[in-house]
């Protein structure tokens, strides 16, 4: 009879191992994030930063998503400004990854989205996407022409519209390992092998609009830009109102491109004919942007279920009021958003967006209550909570 249990007791050593770097990555972010406001660093805070952000860099190189996550959750039990720190340097470790090379340049690699929604009628179909190569060459150099990257940087673009399904799916090791096979490809002659982006494209899920419905779906452009560490044009300049006007031109240069590409896009996403409309969120780094892509979808949805539950109940929106806040459902933080009739203060509908990863729940109250502007809703309250009854607490007129 065969009795060994080595395999066993290997895995049990590993997960202790893996259990003690959570425990100590979430210890040194609680003890970085109280030591922050203190002008001068200690050798031993030094230390702990270069200890820090050493381990994350393990974690990433190892593949140990699992111990990164779990560290998360520990930090987010014990301090939640702790989390944060934890959780924003585990995104930018990811997503950006510097290469020193043999003359002695230094030069970053970073990972970005342009969240996009597409609107069409039967909705998009996955085996018509990317099959114009011209279309998707064109877009690829658009995003050096039209300045959204410097023109000394190299920009490669994912051949493929991500589902939020897939970027889901996109572990903190696996962005890392997609930008590290993103270097090779740019700085090497040949052709080299990227199976961490090509497991990426998993597939989107089956989509389930008849030819007749009109669908607005969430998609997710690619891409990783190459560039020299001291490339004048990433250089933010220190004067507050320089650096608001170096954002505000960045963003007139990526309004102006969307406009310009959005034909392109179209021509990478049907090829039947079919209209699109495509709407551009902001090109941002991996992380945030597939953040603010959710997020927005997030408040799509409720604005539908709101609208729905207007007209169910056959009220005009300025014949409703609502009540926002936030509540706990099963543990999670949610803004929920209450509609009430004026005449009798009758509940109408009910809706909840989940708070995102940051914990920003007034910036979520305040996206809620835009929604709701948007929808015709004129009068608006804020709760300072719901509670376990869904009754609203502390209500007072909301003021911007």
């Known amino acids: 009879m065969h009795k060994s249990k080595r395999p066993a007791l290997k895995k049990t050593v590993e997960e202790n191992q893996d259990d003690a770097l959570a425990h100590k990555l979430a210890s040194l972010a609680i003890e970085l994030d109280a030591r922050k406001d203190r002008v001068a660093k200690t050798d031993n805070s030094k230390n702990d930063e270069a200890d820090f952000h050493r381990l994350i860099r393990k974690c990433l190189q190892q593949k140990k998503d699992e111990a990164l996550q779990e560290a998360i959750d520990i930090a987010e039990e014990s301090d939640r400004d702790a989390c944060r720190l934890l959780r924003e340097n585990i995104e930018e470790a990811s997503e950006n990854v510097v290469f020193r090379r043999e003359d002695g340049r230094e030069l970053e690699v970073n990972a970005f989205v342009v969240p996009l929604f597409a609107r069409s009628g039967g909705g998009l179909r996955a085996e018509q996407c990317f099959q114009d190569e011209e279309a ?35 572990t903190y090791s696996q962005i890392n390992a997609m930008v590290r096979e993103a270097y090779d490809s740019m700085t090497r002659k040949k052709a080299v ?137 099963d543990g999670e933080m949610f803004v929920r958003v209450n509609l009430h009739a004026n005449a009798d203060d009758a509940l109408l509908v009910s809706s909840e967006k989940a708070i995102g990863t940051a914990g920003d729940w007034m910036s979520e109250v305040e996206d809620a209550c835009d929604a709701l502007t948007t929808i015709g809703v004129k009068s608006v309250s804020l709760a300072m909570k719901f509670d376990a009854d869904g009754n609203a607490v502390d209500v007072r007129p909301y003021k911007r």
Not at 141 to 147: K, Y
Not at 200 to 206: A, D, I
Not at 265 to 273: E, I, M, N, P, S
């Open 136 to 170: 998707f060459d064109l877009l690829r150099t658009s995003f050096l022409e039209a300045q959204l990257e410097s023109r000394d940087a190299s920009v490669v673009l994912v051949s493929h519209a991500y589902h939020p399904d897939e970027i889901r799916g996109i």
């Open 193 to 329: 092998a990227a199976p961490a982006i090509e497991q990426s494209m998993s597939g989107w899920p089956e989509s389930h609009f008849a030819p007749d419905d009109v669908a607005v779906e969430l998609r997710f452009l690619l891409g990783f830009t190459l560039k020299r560490m001291d490339d004048p044009f990433y250089q933010v300049p220190k004067k507050e109102a320089a650096a608001d006007a170096y954002f505000e031109t960045r963003a007139k240069r990526f309004q102006q491109w969307a406009q310009q590409v959005a034909p392109l896009v179209k021509r990478c996403l049907v090829t039947d004919g079919r209209d699109v409309e495509i709407d551009f969120l902001y090109q941002d780094l991996f992380h945030g942007g597939t953040a603010r892509g959710f997020a927005e979808y997030d408040t799509l949805q409720m604005m539908a279920e709101l609208h729905h539950g207007l007209d169910d109940h056959g009220i005009d929106p300025e014949h409703a009021h609502a009540v926002v806040g936030p509540t706990d459902i």
